[in-house]
């Protein structure tokens, strides 16, 4: 039998990085030899070493630290040229300036218009809108499930994944018949098995895809966020060009990639966990509780790429030296049993405390389109269970397959059958 905590031990007492799998064939194991590494782990990305922060407390330090930057120049190993373009995750890094690759000030300044859009008053404006998308995509999935011979059905491709680009793109001002076309590219930029030559290639289409999008809200603006960022405010600084193409590239990845691995990574818990299921479907713990333990338990996000040392950086017994690169690795940080408990491995949603996690970040940076996710997540999970009480796995959960994605915690396919 495979024991992850063991052979954790076993790998941290060797002394040597973590590797990180690109092909994401053993998350959990992964995780507990992350965790079993220390606060501060040595890890290894595709040949590239860095240290990545596995502990909630450190985590909510470092994030908060400003000799941590995202300055891609202050990386010692991109300054010799140890890594370059050809690095297959430096897209991830070096993705053009936007709000999500600057501190300080110029983040403020980039990232103040996407606030202003994800108001709590304009999320609850929009909440009609994503119940509308998601009864569309719960009568699409009945129709899938009617269709198919034995009654099973694909849940990420025709409900989980639809419904946060539907939103995104709404909010973006994208037209629904470009949302494919996105989805597409972005699965293939993150995907390790695209080769790098091809990923770079993307980069640039969705660069002449965004900047065409500006180019036509600049001429004639509309009620979107895109025109929203284009538009200074009075006595303002206009973002540039480069700067709306870079929140716009980076704002849908992020904003459905995430809600699609909370979606399903719930759905999963929960179908995994009956009793549990049974006591939310009854009305004994809320929708709520399940979202935050989802987050914590099977966070959407695996590791976060990259933040770099300015300067010498004493954590304890260790240093962060100048110019290292530093992940911030959410799903063992929402695995740490000295913030969560010695059940930390377990998905609970009848925790006696309050579920504190951190996986929409901290500080300055932490992600804008945290509550939108949770809107979402809010709408389409009730709404499916209510739809389809019987829903259950079509296949045995060690069959679920991830995509070979290193940052984000995603399944190829989440085939289920409607009706039990």
Same mark, same amino acid.
């Given at each position: 039998?495979?024991?992850?905590?063991?052979?954790?031990?076993?790998?941290?007492?060797?002394?040597?990085?973590?590797?990180? !799998?690109?092909?994401?064939q053993d998350l959990? =194991?992964?995780?507990?030899?992350?965790?079993?590494?220390?606060?501060?782990?040595?890890?290894?990305?595709?040949?590239?070493?860095?240290?990545?922060?596995?502990?909630?407390?450190?985590?909510?330090?470092?994030?908060?630290?400003?000799?941590?930057? *995202?300055?891609? !120049?202050?990386?010692?190993?991109?300054?010799?040229?140890?890594?370059?373009?050809?690095?297959?995750?430096?897209?991830? &890094?070096?993705?053009?300036?936007?709000?999500?690759?600057?501190?300080?000030?110029?983040?403020?300044?980039?990232?103040?218009?996407?606030?202003?859009?994800?108001?709590?008053?304009?999320?609850?404006?929009?909440?009609?809108?994503?119940? *509308?998308?998601?009864?569309?995509?719960?009568?699409?999935?009945?129709?899938?499930?009617? *269709?198919?011979?034995?009654?099973?059905?694909?849940? *990420?491709?025709?409900?989980?994944?639809?419904?946060?680009?539907?939103?995104?793109?709404?909010?973006?001002?994208?037209?629904?018949?470009?949302?494919?076309?996105?989805?597409?590219?972005?699965?293939?930029?993150?995907?390790?098995?695209?080769?790098?030559?091809?990923?770079?290639?993307?980069?640039?289409?969705?660069?002449?895809?965004?900047?065409?999008?500006?180019?036509?809200?600049?001429?004639?603006?509309? $009620?979107?966020?895109?025109?929203?960022? /284009?538009?200074?405010?009075?006595? =303002?600084?206009?973002?540039?060009?480069?700067?709306?193409?870079?929140?716009?590239?980076?704002? @849908?990845?992020?904003?459905?990639?995430?809600?699609?691995?909370?979606?399903l990574n719930a759905?999963?818990?929960?179908?995994?966990?009956?009793?549990?299921?049974?006591?939310?479907? !009854?009305?004994? &713990?809320?929708?709520?509780? @399940?979202?935050?333990?989802?987050?914590?338990? !099977?966070?959407?996000?695996?590791?976060?790429?990259?933040?770099?040392?300015?300067? $010498?950086?004493? /954590?304890?017994?260790?240093?962060?030296?100048?110019?290292?690169?530093?992940?911030?690795?959410?799903?063992?940080?929402?695995?740490? &049993?000295?913030?969560?408990?010695?059940?930390?491995?377990?998905?609970? /949603?009848?925790?006696?405390?309050?579920?504190?996690?951190?996986?929409?970040?901290?500080?300055?940076?932490?992600?804008?389109?945290?509550?939108?996710?949770?809107?979402?997540a809010g709408i389409?999970?009730?709404?499916?269970?209510?739809?389809?009480?019987?829903?259950?796995?079509?296949?045995?959960?060690?069959?679920?397959?991830?995509?070979?994605?290193?940052?984000?915690? $995603?399944?190829?396919?989440?085939?289920?059958?409607?009706?039990?």
């Open positions: 039998m495979n024991c992850p905590q063991a052979a954790a031990r076993e790998a941290a007492s060797s002394g040597g990085p973590v590797v990180i !799998d690109p092909l994401v959990d =194991g992964e995780t507990a030899r992350l965790r079993d590494a220390g606060p501060l782990a040595r890890i290894e990305l595709l040949g590239v070493p860095a240290l990545t922060v596995t502990r909630h407390a450190l985590a909510r330090q470092l994030l908060l630290d400003p000799r941590l930057v *995202k300055d891609l !120049d202050a990386w010692g190993l991109w300054q010799r040229g140890e890594v370059t373009h050809e690095w297959p995750l430096i897209g991830m &890094i070096d993705a053009g300036r936007s709000m999500f690759t600057v501190d300080g000030a110029e983040h403020r300044r980039l990232r103040t218009k996407t606030s202003q859009a994800l108001t709590p008053r304009r999320l609850e404006e929009i909440r009609p809108d994503i119940e *509308k998308f998601t009864e569309e995509l719960l009568d699409a999935l009945a129709e899938q499930g009617e *269709k198919s011979e034995n009654g099973v059905v694909d849940l *990420k491709s025709v409900f989980a994944q639809p419904l946060p680009m539907r939103v995104v793109g709404m909010l973006m001002g994208v037209d629904e018949a470009e949302h494919p076309m996105l989805m597409r590219r972005y699965k293939a930029f993150f995907s390790m098995l695209t080769p790098q030559e091809e990923r770079l290639a993307l980069l640039a289409e969705l660069d002449i895809f965004y900047a065409a999008l500006v180019r036509e809200r600049t001429a004639r603006p509309a $009620d979107d966020l895109t025109s929203a960022l /284009i538009l200074a405010e009075e006595g =303002g600084e206009p973002l540039t060009e480069e700067e709306v193409v870079g929140n716009l590239k980076a704002m @849908v990845a992020a904003g459905h990639e995430t809600t699609i691995g909370l979606i759905v999963r818990a929960l179908l995994t966990h009956p009793d549990q299921l049974r006591r939310v479907l !009854d009305g004994e &713990i809320p929708w709520e509780t @399940v979202i935050e333990e989802t987050l914590r338990w !099977d966070t959407p996000t695996t590791h976060l790429l990259m933040r770099f040392a300015t300067e $010498d950086i004493r /954590i304890g017994d260790d240093v962060i030296a100048k110019g290292e690169g530093v992940v911030i690795s959410y799903r063992a940080i929402g695995r740490d &049993i000295e913030h969560h408990g010695t059940d930390a491995d377990d998905f609970d /949603i009848t925790r006696p405390t309050p579920i504190r996690h951190m996986t929409f970040g901290h500080g300055p940076h932490i992600c804008p389109g945290a509550a939108l996710s949770r809107v979402e389409a999970l009730p709404a499916l269970f209510a739809r389809f009480p019987g829903l259950r796995a079509a296949v045995a959960d060690e069959q679920v397959r991830r995509l070979p994605v290193m940052t984000q915690n $995603d399944m190829a396919a989440f085939p289920v059958l409607l009706h039990g």
